[in-house]
């Protein structure tokens, strides 16, 4: 079996919801460091893997794959197997359920979230000014979609159904950066919410991501 | 089998991607308008199908299903030996080939083209003013986008191979609103794009959305 290569940087959302996916399903991988800094990925050579220009990239062989929510799909669907279930076998339309929270992630959770943790911990990090009016206006959208979750997880104990998926697993990323910021409130004034923030930022898939970005 | 009721608004870009994945899959369907001027898609019985609020929301029988990406891929699933084959079967690898290319459309075509459809399609319609400035950031980035989709359309005929799947589909509601506006000449400029966008337009399945439309 070829080795699997992933291609990032620790510190980027897209690069630990890989790894976090990796790390879960318990495969062997070499991780190559992208130095965003010195502009690595806008080389000749890292645009042959991903021709964005973002991290990460994925290579097994001959095989390669970008865009992380792909990379986390095929790896739990390859590897499924090994580690961590991530996936909701069974009909369609469990398989569709598990399809939709996935989407809600990437089309509700992840706009708000990310341009949050761009502001209140991105941008203090590299000393720029907080945009309080986006501050306000993405903490009310993350307020509504954190709503609807609080709701469906007095439903199911996870997002799709009642064990962790990689609808939950995506979700890691964002969550770390907000809860180290005054976004976190929206966390601990809901407990259902809470209590998964809880559960999931304690697997051990996710603590030796964390381990990565303090190296 | 239940009867497929699917809610929405036909001037939404994602009801129409659900609406051209239906009529692709020539399965039979029930179209439940909702009148959003008149804040239908807030009431407390749509929520019960959507809880976001949006539109699309899909019903077969008990089954409920939200998120417009969520759906195409359930009902090309579901209805797998109807209709036009909207995926890419075989091994893990080719699968995720399709996934790629998906996640491309909704993190780095939807996001530009969606800026730019607001600006350049809808807010002179709403008689509001276009901001220029997000016009041109939009257009820059959309335009590295179309790059990358020319040097791919050299390689294979649609997105992700040879025949028409879900990843070319979902573009086509975005495309159809910019063909309207001056972004046209970023996908005329580009031959195997421009190809491309002649191609999936002229589907009857799509016809079938647009004729929706001047309703």
């Not at 070499?30 to 042959?48: C, D, I, R, T, W």
């Not at 996935?102 to 203090?124: C, G």
């Not at 104990?157 to 950066?177: E, M």
Request: glycine share 4%; hydrophobic share 40%; charged share 20%.
């Amino acid at each position: 079996m070829a080795v699997i290569k992933l291609h990032g940087s620790p510190l980027s959302t897209a690069t630990q919801r890989a790894l976090t996916c990796i790390y879960e399903k318990e495969v062997e991988f070499h991780f190559v460091p992208v130095n965003m800094g010195a502009g690595e990925h806008k080389s000749e050579n890292y645009l042959s893997l991903n021709p964005f220009g973002q991290v990460p990239a994925f290579e097994e062989g001959d095989f390669k794959l970008f865009e992380s929510r792909a990379i986390t799909q095929y790896v739990a669907h390859e590897y499924t197997d090994k580690g961590t279930q991530l996936l909701l076998p069974g009909s369609n339309k469990s398989k569709a359920v598990l399809e939709m929270w996935k989407e809600v992630e990437a089309h509700q959770f992840d706009p708000a979230s990310s341009k949050l943790a761009w502001e209140l911990a991105f941008k203090p990090f590299l000393g720029m000014a907080t945009d309080t009016g986006v501050v306000e206006e993405n903490e009310a959208k993350l307020a509504k979609v954190l709503d609807v979750y609080e709701t469906r997880l007095t439903q199911s104990k996870y997002l799709a159904c009642d064990y962790f998926t990689l609808a939950d697993l995506h979700h890691l990323p964002n969550i770390h950066y907000l809860l180290g910021t005054p976004a976190k409130k929206l966390f601990d004034s809901r407990p259902h919410a809470s209590a998964w923030v809880a559960d999931i930022t304690a697997r051990p898939a996710w603590s030796k991501v964390l381990a990565m970005l303090k190296q």
